[in-house]
């Protein structure tokens, strides 16, 4: 299966800073089919970014994705309050779909 | 708007087995463009993929290779929910159970949780 690891762990930033997330999987994903999530403490994930690079509904433009293969990236562009929370990113072109063990974006 | 309601219990005892509903609101167990997901998450193991079925002129069920033994995902059309049954349980289930949506595949809308107990 797709092992999907993310770096860092934590990130410790203010409201108004820019986030970059890493997600790098050991094998290529197929079809660039990788999406991101959003969790907050007691809430189950919320879609963000679907293909890469495209926002899922209702999810403001601050939050973008990029890359390819094994490489991928999320950035927030200016941190809102509401942004503080754990993100999961997931490949969902090879069975088994697998995720990320998770970034905490916490206030610094 | 789909909507997704979890329900079942809360504790299972270990050698048991574990059984979810997932009743679906604004859209069809049976379309021909969604798949119907569990899930679940634990502090050990993260967000684990179980599997999933979907209608395409007829029922597929996929499952992860590490349930594949104990797994059973099945489509009710007669009141538009989905259930998961786990069989033979062990602590190491514990976990929060999602069900989602899947469009085509990637995970659009999720249940609630359900935090799922395995003990005596």
């Known amino acids: 299966e797709i092992v999907l690891t993310q770096s860092p762990g934590t990130l410790s930033l203010s409201p108004g800073e820019r986030a970059t997330l890493s997600c790098r999987a050991s094998q290529s994903v197929t079809s660039s089919y990788l999406a991101w999530y959003q969790q907050k403490p007691g809430q189950a994930p919320r879609l963000l970014i679907y293909?890469?690079?495209n926002r899922a509904t209702g999810i403001p433009d601050r939050f973008s994705g990029s890359g390819s293969g094994t490489d991928f990236t999320l950035t927030i562009s200016r941190l809102e309050p509401e942004d503080f929370a754990v993100y999961f990113c997931q490949q969902y072109g090879t069975s088994p779909w697998t995720f990320g063990q998770g970034t905490k974006v916490e206030t610094k | 708007q789909v909507q997704l309601q979890q329900s079942g219990p809360g504790l299972v005892k270990p050698s048991q087995t574990l059984s979810l509903t997932c009743a679906i609101s604004g859209d069809s167990v049976s379309s021909n463009s969604a798949a119907w997901n569990w899930i679940r998450q634990s502090p050990s193991r993260g967000l684990e993929w179980l599997g999933r079925t979907y209608y395409r002129s007829k029922w597929y069920n996929e499952y992860a290779v590490s349930m594949k033994s104990r797994i059973t995902i099945s489509p009710d059309t007669s009141k538009n929910q989905f259930s998961l049954q786990l069989n033979a349980v062990t602590p190491e289930d514990t976990a929060v159970y999602y069900c989602?949506?899947?469009?085509?595949?990637?995970?659009?809308?999720w249940g609630q949780g359900t935090l799922v107990t395995v003990s005596s």
């Open positions: 293909g890469t690079s």
């Open positions: 989602a949506r899947s469009v085509p595949r990637y995970l659009d809308y």
